[in-house]
């Protein structure tokens, strides 16, 4: 799964995914720069001091920096064909917005830069349609989704993103081959001077994010990035003196996961203690098959616990004496903090 980082130049775009990363990326420029970060969970910490296992392992989440897009003299964004061929290739986007003054001492613009992409995706899903919709009106058939593309160009034609559209299941199944832009998942990232890093995000920018279907959060990436080299015992005191509870990092990872519509399930024990990612709504037998092939295809039960059942009671013996742990068969679907043992035979 992944999630990509695009916005206009100059925004701190490599910058913010430096902080976040760990890594010392140089600017995209024409190329991608790729990084996988672990997604902090306090359930698996709690797990990991029960069991002490040898190996703690957490969900990750991959992300990639894409070279930016262009901006022309009327501060549109320019979205060339490798630009978008780029984008498509993401799982979700994550929009780096300046919220500094630039270079010039030019204030920053952030909802009128957004309303700018937005509008750019939105085209660049238009220009698809058209081009899918001229050839199936010389062709037989697909009837269901010559009428679905032509009910979704009078949206895209007034600007609105297709992620706001309220989509059923079945249409996004049937429309998840073109890749849309403006269907992808986003989460706008503002990026902000130290100085305005415990501030909330600006009211403008919210209404606009809200009315492309996306969430939105502020960080500072230099601050971030300071952050990221303290020692982890100075990291609390540093953010308290900044009325921070918690790193913007922390948020930000956890809103990239939710935006890919990811759960964790857990497995414990001496060996190991994880966290393993699977799309919401996914089932055990399929969850199984995460773990290994083998025991999706002998797959048997899976014993079930749920993490709050598991840290109040304080051990598995107790959860089954109290009747919390449960069998569940191949088409239980996994909750996001369910502790799982799979049993299967092979």
């Known amino acids: 799964m992944k999630v990509g ?3 206009f130049p100059g925004a701190g775009k490599t910058t913010v995914f430096n902080a976040l990363t760990g890594l010392h990326a140089e600017r995209a420029g024409s190329g991608l720069n790729l990084g996988v970060i672990k997604v902090p969970d306090a359930r698996v910490d709690a797990l990991a001091r029960i069991y002490e296992p040898r190996k703690t392992t957490y969900a990750e989440v991959s992300f990639v920096d894409f070279p930016p897009a262009r901006s022309a003299p009327e501060r549109r964004t320019v979205l060339d064909a490798v630009t978008v061929g780029q984008l498509r290739d993401a ?13 010039a001492g030019a204030p920053p613009t952030p909802a009128a830069d957004l309303e700018s992409f937005a509008a750019e995706l939105v085209l660049a899903d238009l220009a698809v349609i058209e081009k899918r919709l001229e050839r199936l009106r010389k062709e037989k058939g697909h009837e269901r ?42 989460l706008v990232v503002l990026n902000v001077p130290e100085t305005a890093a415990a501030a909330p995000l600006p009211g403008e920018v919210a209404a606009r994010a809200r009315a492309e279907g996306a969430e939105a959060m502020a960080l500072s990436a230099r601050l971030e990035a300071e952050i990221a080299e303290l020692e982890p015992a100075d990291r609390d005191a540093f953010l308290a003196d900044l009325s921070l509870n918690e790193s913007a990092r922390a948020r930000f990872i956890r809103a990239s996961y939710a935006l890919l519509d990811l759960v964790s399930f857990l497995t414990v024990g001496e060996d190991e203690c994880r966290a393993w990612p699977i799309r919401r709504g996914t089932t055990a037998v399929k969850a199984a098959g995460k773990v290994h ?32 742990l449960r069998l569940e068969g191949k088409d239980y679907v996994v909750q996001d903090g369910d502790i799982i043992h799979f049993r299967f035979a092979v």
Do not use: H, M
Not at 91 to 103: H, I, Q, S
């Open 91 to 103: 799982d979700a986007l994550v929009e780096v917005v300046r919220g500094f003054p630039d270079l």
């Open 293 to 324: 092939s083998d025991i999706e295809r002998g797959f048997i039960r899976a014993e079930v616990i749920a993490y709050e059942d598991f840290v109040r009671l304080g051990s598995e013996a107790r959860c089954r004496e109290a009747g919390k």
């Open 145 to 186: 989704e010559r009428a679905l593309l032509e009910r979704l160009v009078p949206s895209l034609e007034t600007g609105t993103p297709l992620r706001t559209l309220g989509l059923a299941p079945e249409e996004r199944t049937l429309l998840a081959g073109f890749a849309f832009l403006s269907l992808r998942p986003l």
């Open 5 to 7: 980082l695009t916005g």
